[in-house]
Nanobody
């Protein structure tokens, strides 16, 4: 079955960096676009970044453009989110997502806390 396992979250000071990873299994990873979402306390889940199946196209939420970079390694079935210049408002649980035939698959999430 489809499994998405995120890692790499943690506590970081404002201005710092983190790299999130999402290891995928149970499907042909190279055939699907992948997404990173986040959900802050009391807020709706929002799309942060997306990448097409071969990695040729990416898109970002306006709030993270220029600071975050999504990438993937199809040989390792892994998608990454490099987060630089982190701000307190980036604090959230970050989720890996894959959409297939109108169904959303989610990982368990990884907590990112940006605080001094």
């Amino acid at each position: 079955q489809v499994q998405l396992v995120e890692s790499g979250g943690g506590l970081v000071q404002p201005g710092g960096s983190l790299r999130l990873s999402c290891a995928a299994s149970g499907f042909t990873f190279s055939m699907y676009s992948m997404n990173w979402y986040r959900q802050a306390p009391g807020k709706e889940r929002e799309l942060v970044a997306a990448i097409t199946s071969a990695g040729g196209s990416t898109r970002y939420a306006d709030s993270v453009k220029g600071r975050f970079t999504i990438s993937r390694d199809n040989a390792k079935n892994t998608v990454y989110l490099q987060m630089n210049s982190l701000k307190p408002e980036d604090t959230a649980v970050y989720y890996c997502n894959m959409k297939r035939v109108g169904y959303d698959y989610w990982g368990q999430g990884t907590q990112v806390t940006v605080s001094s």
